[in-house]
């Protein structure tokens, strides 16, 4: 089943054309990784995808209804859910306030900062934030301000923020960018598993081809704006257009 289709998407800045007629199509229940060199336009293929960006023209669809023109919140809302190249948390807070935030807000639409006192009195809010950290392993740290965590800890807040919101589609920006192999091959095992409990289909731009061909079941190949190849991991590793424009055999 179809749950993200992209047509005929063109981007420009000024004369610079980051985005020349994509289409894609993610299934639900896959893995879509989008890769390609530096400048091929897969950053802001995504920030399309979570109203950032609107494209100059072309359809993105979500479940048969547009994401373009949304806010942020109610792309949410709409079951999408972001993980960005550099975490986005909260530092000052607590890892179980930075869970509770986006747990008020699904339930009670988007989040008014001045409703913050009353979060910690909320039992509904604080066992649900609860449940979503022990999802990432995370629950014995609640009481830990998150500037103090580990770069792949705090991706896992990250995510923890993310799937309180029970998103269907969860859309990955290089998640393991700066991390250690170790933080890299657990938010690997974490990523796997999170699909399989809660039956999320993801979207993943990411560099690492390690990353890359231990998750993904479909892999779309951007360069110079376009999709240039798309498949299974194991047919684009040898596709000579993927070689000419980005991996080259050193990267297999």
Known sequence: ME???VSGVNKAFGGLK??????LTVNEGTVHAIIGPNGAGKSTLLN???GRLIPDTGTVMFADKSLIGLKAHQINQAGVSRVFQTPEIFGELS????VMIPTMAK???EFALHAFKRLDKDAEIIDTALHSLEDVGLADKKDV?????????KRRLELAMCLVQSPRLLLLDEPTAGMSRADTNNTIDLLKRIGEDHNITKVVIEHDMHV???LATTVSVLAQGTVICEGKPQ???GDPRVQEAYLGGAHL
Request: proline content about 0%; glycine content about 6%; overall charge neutral.
């Open 107 to 109: 339930r009670d639409g």
């Open 3 to 5: 749950l993200l289709k």
């Open 145 to 153: 301000i998150a500037n103090s965590l580990s770069r792949g800890d």
């Open 212 to 214: 890359v061909f231990s």
């Open 18 to 23: 980051a985005l020349n007629d994509v289409n």
């Open 235 to 237: 047919d684009i590793k």
């Open 48 to 50: 399309c995808f979570v």
């Open 95 to 98: 890892l179980l306030q930075n």
